[in-house]
Structure formats: C-alpha cells, structure tokens
C-alpha cells in the first residue's frame, strides 16, 4: 500500500533559496540542542561541588563524568524512538520531538535544588534530566543528518551536511562564551553558588524559539516521496546488517577523537596540565572557532575527491599523532603551545566530523534513513563518546594517564580498517532524490 507520504507528481521543484531556508531552521535548532548538552560539561566544573558531596576536585568531576556518560545510556533510545518515528511520521515531526525534550532537562537541571539542600535527591534529579536530553540528542542527531543530506542537492551535499557539525560546534562555543562572559562578570563563589544556573535557563528560552523555527520548516522530498515500509521497521533495518556495522565502524575512533579534544580538554587543561580555569575556557573557545570553520571546507573538498580519501587521512593522522600530542600537551607550558597542539588535533579530526553525517545517511534506503543513521551511531556514542571524560578521569586515577592516550590511537587505528575497506558513498549513495 502506497505511503500517504508519496509528493504529488506535479509538485514543483525545491528551489535553491528553499533549501538554504529549511537547512538554515534545521540547523539553528540543531544548534540550540548541542548548546543544552554541552552546557553540562562547560559548567560541570563550577556546578560539580552543588550536586555532590564535598571531596577532591578530581572525585567530584568523576562524579559528573559519570551522568554525562548517563545521558549516552539513553541515546541510543533516543536514536530508536525517534528514528521510527521520523521515518513513520517525517523528520520535521521528530525534529520538534527532540528539541521539546531538551528543554525539559535543561529546566530541570536549572531548578534543582543543591545537595545541602535536598540530600540525595539532587544527583538524582541531575540524572532523570541528563536521560531526558540524552533521549533528545540521541534522537537528534540521525534525523538532523538524514533531514540535511536530504534537503542538499547531490552536487553540495557533503558542504550542506557539515553544516550539522556546525552547528554542533557553534553550540559548544556559544556554551563556552556564556562561561567566559560569566567568569568575567561573576566571582568563582557566585558562579559556583548560582551562576551556573544561569546557562541552563538560557538553553530552556533558546529552546523554545527553536521549536518555532522548527515549525516552519519544510519537509523533504525523499522522505514525501518515498513508500512506507511493508514489514516492522527494525525487521528492514536488520536487512542491512554491512551498513549498519559500516557506521559503528567508521564512528568508533572519530567520537572518541572529538569527545577527547573538546568536551574533555578543558577539564584536563586543568586538571592534568594545571592552567586556570579561564585559560582552559579561552583555549577551548579559541580551537572550537576554528575548528568549526573547516567543517563546510573539508565538506565540500569531499564533493570533489569523495568521502572515503578524507576519512582515511583522519585516520591515518589520528592513529599517528594521537599519542605524540597529547604526551606533548602534559607537559607544555604556555598558552600558545596548548592553543597549537590542540589546534593541530582537531584539524585531524575535521577529517571525520565534517563529512560522517552524510556518510552515514548515504548508506541507507530513504524508509529506514533516519533509524540506521540514529540508532548505531548512538550505541557507539555511548561506548566510545560517552565515557571518554570517564575513562580519562579512571586512567588518571589511578596513575597510568598515558593509558587514555593509546585507547584513543588504538579505536582510531580499528575505525581506519574500517575507511579503507569501505565503498566511497559519494559515488554509491543511497540519497538518489535532489
């Protein structure tokens, strides 16, 4: 039976303008979501001593480590839920989802009380809002990826897509400016008694202006004209078993990769080579800048050469370097050095970040696109991504912090087996609708 999905055939052709718009909404809502996860790990060193008891400054960042790898537990949930539901009901529809979901956990992180005041009862509520935005941006990701492949045209798609990477990172800087301008204009105790509430009530009002974007979005053609799945929607997904391990595969070293030289960086700038907090924010905001400008240039350098050459230099460079930089920024000793290595770190992992949303969404048949994007991609996230700042933390625990080191090389030396053995999806994509 045919889907009531199917786009009348004398439906015009999208123009250009209409694209730009639709991606342009899809993406500032993308934005606001990463901003609302990402507050949690630029704030947790400043709201870490409100939520848990007193202890040594590592201790406490464990404990918060810990329910940022929580919320990864429900990604992959999220990844499923959501990724039927927009391959049922339209990624325009799961995109609004998902965003409502983040607002939620961002109030709920922004009103609970401190440890002092309600006991226990506050880690826990840290922790029911960290499994509702990890839902959120579990859902998130594989229908943002999917509805931006698909908006592009074939041309500029791998330029249109890294806008997703983008946005993820501009979250991440607009995070980390609202930390600066509040270490600038509050004292540590006011930021570490109440000013750290401030980001999250922030996030919740940025929220729900990106849910009015949302709405006006357009959908896209591909998911209009395509028919709805004649059997249980899983049971088509496990009909690709090579697609699916293609994207845990290809997604292992790269997560592990960007989790360690962003969301980590500035608590081991820290924590392991001992500068202030304010240089660790500015560093951080310095190379995120960065960094999110080469995401359109390597995006469209993959329209030209393909996906697969800029897959493999990243994990040809990751698998080398890896090592090398990070000995090298223990010990180093002024702004500029820590600025450099960490800059030269993330411009390898550019090789990854810009292009593996479309990679992903190429690999898959438009009826089950958003569900085989979402749902591996968020398993390995969870494994790999997740628990980055905690295995980092464990390692340095217990005195073998170089361990860290080579877990890294080592899941970006497995994901580069992975990138030369793999098809270029530029050439083979399953994205067929412009």
Not at 32 to 54: H, N, T
Not at 314 to 341: D, E, K, M, N
Not at 389 to 398: D, G, I, R, T
Request: proline share 3%; with cysteine; aromatic share 12%.
């Amino acid at each position: 039976m045919e889907s009531t999905n199917t786009l009348s055939a004398s439906a015009p052709a999208r123009t250009t303008s209409q694209r730009v718009k639709s991606i342009f909404s899809g993406s500032v809502g993308n934005l606001v979501e990463w901003y609302d996860w990402y507050v949690y790990a630029a704030f947790s060193l400043y709201f870490a001593k409100a939520f848990f008891p007193q202890g040594d400054l590592t201790a406490q960042l464990l404990n918060t480590a810990a329910i940022f790898a929580v919320g990864f537990l429900m990604r992959p949930i999220g990844g499923w839920l959501m990724g039927i539901y927009a391959d049922r009901k339209g990624r325009k529809a799961a995109l609004l989802a998902s965003v409502l979901l983040m607002c939620f956990g961002s109030l709920i992180i922004a009103l609970t009380p401190s440890y002092e005041t309600i006991g226990v009862a506050a880690p826990v509520l840290l922790v029911v809002a960290r499994l509702l935005q990890g839902l959120s941006v579990g859902g998130e990701y594989g229908t943002s990826a999917t509805y931006l492949s698909e908006m592009a045209t074939k041309e500029r798609r791998g330029f249109f897509s890294s806008f997703q990477y983008v946005t993820l990172i501009s979250g991440q800087l607009i995070a980390l400016a609202v930390l600066i301008i509040l270490q600038q204009t509050l004292t540590v105790e006011q930021l570490e008694t109440w000013g750290w509430r401030v980001p999250f009530v922030i996030g919740a009002l940025c929220a729900v202006v990106a849910m009015y974007l949302r709405r006006g979005m357009e959908e896209t053609d591909s998911f209009k004209k395509t028919e709805a799945p004649k059997e249980n929607i899983m049971r088509t997904l496990l009909r690709h078993p090579k697609e699916l391990l293609t994207v845990v595969g290809l997604t292992m070293g790269g997560t592990l990769a960007f989790y360690t030289y962003t969301t980590y960086m500035q608590k081991y700038l820290v924590n392991t080579v001992g500068m202030s907090k304010n240089d660790s924010t500015m560093i951080s905001a310095a190379t995120l800048f960065l960094f999110m400008l080469l995401q359109p240039l390597v995006g469209a350098l993959s329209d030209k050469i393909g996906r697969r050459p800029i897959l493999i230099a990243f994990g040809v460079l990751g698998t080398l370097f890896t090592y090398p930089i990070l000995t090298t920024l223990h010990t180093v000793q002024s702004w500029w050095g820590a600025f450099f290595l960490i800059m030269a770190a993330l411009i390898i992992v550019s090789g990854y970040t810009s292009i593996n949303a479309v990679v992903k969404a190429e690999l898959f048949p438009t009826e089950i696109r958003a569900l085989g994007v979402g749902l591996p991609y968020a398993l390995t996230v969870s494994i790999f991504g997740g628990t980055a700042e905690y295995v980092a933390l464990w390692f340095k625990s217990v005195g073998m912090e170089s361990g860290f080191y080579w877990y890294v090389t080592g899941c970006i030396a497995c994901s580069l087996l992975v990138y030369i053995t793999m098809k270029d999806t530029r050439t083979h994509s399953r994205i067929t609708t412009d």
